[in-house]
């Protein structure tokens, strides 16, 4: 996919920069306040199609997991991306595997996607900037640049993290420390979508 033009606005949005092609030529960085939503109507049938089942090369490496809970993602009205929370038990164990599933609704350049998981990563407590130094090179090598129905998928693991784009493994980043902070982004109760969280885990 080719990296969004110099033209697009930009907008810090939780876990990636989110890329719009608009009318103005002009950049504008604005403050993420997106909105975690109910899925409903039209969104409920995407979260509900599209994360219906988890691709064949996530189950082949993590076994059978189930749906615990999913929520949509918004800022301010528009349509940034759908995720599930898919977990072994009846509940969410950090400490177990589970997988962060996403379905994209916009362009999000991947470096981007890269660089807001390290400033939402600060956010929730993890701030040694040495692992940053670390885990941001392998974030950029492995995230594509996604667009509306790219699916990338987070299986944690007890060595690290592992991800997918659709059925395709992008890499492994072998540190379970990176692992904790990457799904704290969403799961750690100081995220910034603490709605969106309670959805994932099965509490709204």
Same mark, same amino acid.
Not at 97 to 110: E, K, P
């Given at each position: 996919?080719?990296?969004?033009?110099?033209?697009?606005?930009?907008?810090?949005?939780?876990?990636?920069?989110?890329?719009?092609?608009?009318?103005?030529?002009? %950049?504008?960085?604005?403050?993420?306040?997106?909105?975690?939503?109910?899925?409903?109507? $039209?969104? $409920?049938?995407?979260?509900?199609?599209? /994360?219906?089942? /988890?691709?064949?090369?996530?189950?082949?490496?993590?076994?059978?997991?189930? *749906?615990?809970?999913?929520?949509?993602?918004?800022?301010?009205?528009?349509?940034?991306?759908? %995720?599930?929370?898919?977990?072994?038990?009846?509940?969410?164990?950090?400490?177990?595997?589970?997988?962060?599933?996403?379905?994209?609704? *916009?362009?999000?350049?991947?470096?981007?996607?890269?660089?807001?998981?390290?400033?939402?990563?600060?956010?929730?407590?993890?701030?040694?900037?040495?692992?940053?130094?670390?885990?941001?090179?392998?974030?950029?090598?492995?995230?594509?640049?996604?667009? *509306?129905?790219?699916? /990338?998928?987070?299986?944690?693991?007890?060595?690290?993290?592992?991800?997918?784009?659709?059925?395709?493994?992008?890499?492994?980043?072998?540190?379970?420390?990176?692992?904790? %902070?990457?799904?704290?982004?969403?799961?750690?109760?100081?995220?910034?979508?603490?709605?969106?969280?309670?959805?994932? /885990?099965?509490? $709204?």
């Amino acid at each position: 996919m080719a990296a969004p033009s110099a033209g697009r606005r930009r907008l810090l949005g939780l876990g990636g920069a989110l890329a719009l092609r608009g009318p103005s030529a002009a %950049a504008a960085v604005l403050p993420a306040s997106a909105a975690a939503l109910a899925p409903r109507g $039209a969104a $409920a049938a995407t979260v509900h199609h599209l /994360l219906a089942k /988890l691709p064949s090369a996530v189950v082949a490496q993590a076994g059978e997991l189930h *749906r615990l809970g999913a929520g949509t993602m918004r800022w301010f009205g528009l349509h940034v991306y759908d %995720a599930a929370l898919w977990v072994r038990e009846s509940a969410w164990d950090p400490a177990d595997t589970f997988a962060l599933d996403i379905v994209y609704a *916009r362009d999000i350049a991947g470096k981007a996607l890269a660089e807001s998981s390290i400033t939402e990563m600060k956010r929730v407590g993890f701030t040694d900037e040495a692992q940053h130094a670390r885990w941001l090179p392998a974030m950029v090598r492995m995230f594509p640049d996604v667009g *509306r129905g790219d699916r /990338l998928v987070g299986l944690n693991l007890k060595s690290g993290a592992m991800f997918f784009n659709q059925d395709r493994v992008l890499g492994i980043v072998d540190d379970p420390v990176f692992a904790r %902070a990457f799904f704290a982004i969403w799961l750690d109760p100081r995220t910034r979508e603490s709605a969106l969280r309670n959805r994932l /885990l099965g509490k $709204a």
